[in-house]
């Protein structure tokens, strides 16, 4: 069995592979950033790096998350990159069961390519999480590009350069 980080988003389980995440934070202050997705709700500054974070609530089920002192921050590994997850809050890391639940959907049509596959935590079942595909090509490409434009524009901050 795998450990996972167990976490509520939209009053639904989910989980992540521990080794996937670098760190979970207590952040909500986050620098807004103009002509984004909805669901990015800015981006953080952590070991000098400039990391988006993604509303999981917003992406997947288009609502906000409401803001509570339980809210968490996931940074975790994306694409060589890093990428913070904003969850209602985190229940803790976990030990979980496999099911067989994503073969039922997928003959359904129902599965959907951020799913990895579905756990279990007692009674209760959690959804694993596959940042890979969280996103389209588009708002891939997009979110890649805002990344190393951020990271770039620190950089030339940074050196006393500037960019224009």
């Known amino acids: 069995m795998e450990q996972y980080v167990v976490f509520k988003s939209h ?3 989910f989980a992540m592979p521990v080794k996937a995440v670098t760190r979970v934070i207590e952040a909500s202050n986050f620098i807004t950033l103009p002509e984004v997705a909805d669901y990015i709700l800015g981006v953080y500054e952590y070991q000098d790096h400039m990391i988006p974070i993604v509303d999981l609530r917003r992406k997947l089920f288009g609502q906000y998350t409401e803001s ?7 940074l975790c590994d994306w694409k ?6 904003f969850v209602e809050n985190i229940l803790g890391i976990s030990y979980l069961e496999e099911t067989n639940y994503e073969k039922e959907l ?3 049509d129902l599965k959907r390519g951020y799913i990895d596959k579905f756990l279990k935590l007692e009674d209760k079942v959690v959804i694993s999480i596959r940042l890979d595909y969280l996103f389209d090509n588009r708002q891939e490409s997009e979110l890649l590009a805002t990344v190393d434009q951020l990271n770039a524009d ?4 940074s050196d006393g350069t500037d960019s224009e």
Request: aromatic share 0%; charged share 30%.
């Open 11 to 13: 009053k639904q389980l």
């Open 68 to 74: 509570s002192d339980d809210n968490k921050v996931i």
């Open 80 to 85: 060589e990159n890093s990428l913070g997850i």
């Open 106 to 108: 997928a003959k359904a």
């Open 154 to 157: 620190k950089g030339n901050a």
